[in-house]
């Protein structure tokens, strides 16, 4: 056990510099001298050699580069130019937020994907398992910004139920905010509840071919007690390991998300920092976003490990 | 029929080519079939479109600005007038050639790659399987929005973004078949007749290795074509006023009040796409994977 998480998180290593070269690397790509697009209307050439003093612009890219993960691994992510605030202290801001609602949707995705996995597995081949994949289907084919403008037509603009779009902060008033975040965490959770639903199945189509569910049978225990409790736990120990992997997907989805119902997020801080060319932003978010990504994958390798006593060792 | 023609009979069915098993096995299904038909119409539809679309994409016309579905505007006009079902005709050239184009990018940027780290092993397997992780720990639209943003907004660097986003799935699924192909005994025989490692590469490996490549390239193509509507819909991907499906939803967010069919059909057509590449995939793989019976 200790050899395998020492093993794991020395491989977490080359990974993480690498995402840091690949994410610097980035900035490489931009056309153009980028103390230019910091100056924005400022052509004065003494201003421009200051900014590349300051930026340290005129340095070899390893040089910058050295300079920008030392600072990174201070807890320094750089500033942004716009908002005249330190990239950490947008991250540490606009984080809780996607995490709100990523947490929902991850809610939202359990409450619908397990069940519907469940029910189409052991109704195989039935009009049930028919639904249940004809709903995997339409989750994972619709975008989530159809989804979301289809949402705010029918429960803002029609129903008049919720309101269209903005935020407002669980610590304010939880039930303000669970108005704000209901409809994108139930956007958010569309696709993740049609991954789920068919990991469930396939998993537990496979337990239920085991010999442990036959004996359970024979012994004449009744089939819910068969199906949920010896079929499903042992089914859910590649569901829940798989969740950790489909976490990036909700980050994904959070960007499109937020920008439609104007959610003051991460993703919606990606965008925002995209168009208006603010380079640091779109590093130190894309750095966290991964960095959280890994440290899940992690932690699912290391919950497979403790719930799959064949492996403990 | 005597008896003596029923083995060489039986032999031929046993050596029927696998891709007319697959075939056979595809045609089986109606998903899957219908998901092929939808596929190959959506891609004359688009490739007929000047010809087909009943008005002009980019035509605006202040008399129309806005109006329901009707016998003359079938699925209704936009903000400026401009008919929606042939923006949504040509929207899918955008959306079709993205999706062909950045699957393509990745296939052929990830396959070659896959195989070398894969047949080649050693250090620079290692290399490249550090590189993959690290690409696939950035998730797939922050990167790609990431990249677009960097390139500049339009539908090529759209493309290149989706599918320098993609490779790194090719470069995975390439490596894993190719190191379990390697060591098949028809590897081993090409290897000990003396070939050259490119030839038992691409003769006898890649040949081998094809049918789950064909279908993560289905599924990859339904991946790439909402993400190009995505980037389009923030702004990164077909500029205005060329249409896009994306694009075209961005827009109708802003009048979904007045003008909901603006929004209905563009995301529909996504939706429909989407949906057929992925019953395509999923029909693809049951035909395909000599397992499933």
């Known amino acids: ?313 | 029929m005597t008896v003596a023609a029923l083995p060489t009979q039986a032999a031929a069915a046993h050596e029927e080519n696998p891709w007319a098993r697959a075939w056979r096995r595809l045609k089986r299904r109606k998903g899957a079939m219908a998901a092929l038909i939808v596929v190959v119409a959506l891609i004359l539809l688009a490739v007929l479109a000047p010809w087909i679309a009943p008005y002009d994409p980019t035509a605006t016309s202040f008399t129309t600005v806005r109006k329901p579905p009707s016998w003359a505007h079938w699925f209704g006009t936009d903000e400026v007038g401009r008919d929606v079902l042939s923006r949504i005709l040509f929207g899918a050239r955008a959306s079709l050639s993205a999706g062909l184009v950045s699957v393509g990018i990745a296939v052929g940027a990830g396959v070659p790659l896959g195989l070398l780290a894969g047949y080649a092993g050693g250090w620079i397997d290692a290399v490249l399987s550090r590189v993959v992780d690290a690409m696939l720990a950035i998730p797939f639209l922050i990167l790609a929005i990431a990249l677009a943003a960097f390139l500049g907004p339009s539908l090529s660097n759209a493309m290149i973004a989706i599918g320098v986003t993609a490779t790194p799935v090719f470069i995975r699924l390439t490596r894993g078949q190719t190191l379990g192909a390697k060591v098949e005994d028809y590897v081993e025989a090409a290897r000990a007749v003396g070939n050259p490692h490119w030839r038992i590469a691409l003769r006898h490996v890649l040949p081998n290795i094809v049918p789950p490549l064909l279908v993560q390239a289905s599924l990859a193509i339904a991946g790439a074509i909402i993400a190009e509507a995505a980037l389009s819909f923030l702004g990164l991907g077909q500029q205005p006023p060329a249409p896009s499906w994306g694009s075209m939803l961005n827009t109708a967010q802003r009048f979904i009040a007045q003008a909901p069919w603006m929004a209905f059909w563009p995301g529909f057509a996504i939706f429909f796409a989407v949906l057929s590449f992925n019953l395509l995939g999923d029909g693809l793989r049951d035909a395909l994977d000599p397992r499933h019976k």
């Open chain 1, 1 to 313: 056990m200790l050899a395998f998480l020492t093993q794991r998180l020395l491989q977490i290593i080359p990974t993480l510099i690498i995402v840091s070269m690949l994410i610097f690397g980035l900035q490489q790509l931009l056309p153009g001298d980028p103390a230019l697009i910091m100056a924005g209307e400022e052509r004065d050439p003494k201003v421009l050699a200051e900014i590349r003093e300051q930026y340290r612009l005129d340095q070899p890219i390893p040089v910058q580069y050295f300079y920008w993960v030392k600072g990174v691994l201070t807890g320094n992510l750089g500033e942004s130019m716009r908002l005249k605030s330190s990239v950490s202290s947008l991250v540490a801001e606009k984080l809780p937020v996607t995490l709100q609602l990523a947490f929902m949707a991850l809610l939202i995705a359990i409450g619908v994907g397990i069940p519907a996995g469940i029910v189409s597995a052991v109704k195989k081949e039935t009009p049930w398992d028919y639904a249940a994949n004809l709903f995997a289907l339409w989750g994972l084919s619709t975008p989530n910004f159809w989804l979301g403008i289809l949402m705010i037509f029918l429960f803002s603009v029609t129903l008049g139920w919720l309101p269209a779009s903005g935020y407002v902060r669980l610590g304010e008033d939880w039930k303000a905010s669970l108005a704000t975040t209901v409809m994108p965490a139930f956007v958010l959770g569309n696709a993740l509840a049609a991954v789920l639903m068919r990991h469930t199945r396939s998993a537990m189509l496979q337990a239920m071919g085991t010999d442990y569910v036959r004996t359970a049978r024979a012994k004449g225990l009744h089939e819910n007690r068969v199906v949920l409790k010896h079929a499903l736990r042992n089914a859910m120990t590649p569901v829940i390991t798989l969740l950790a992997l489909d976490f990036g997907t909700l980050l994904s989805g959070a960007v499109l998300t937020e920008q439609i119902f104007s959610i003051p997020g991460f993703g919606k801080l990606i965008v925002d920092s995209v168009f208006n060319r603010d380079y640091a932003v779109v590093q130190g978010v894309v750095l966290v976003t991964s960095s959280i990504y890994i440290s899940l994958n992690l932690l699912a390798d290391i919950a497979y490990m403790l719930v799959n006593p064949r492996l403990r060792g």
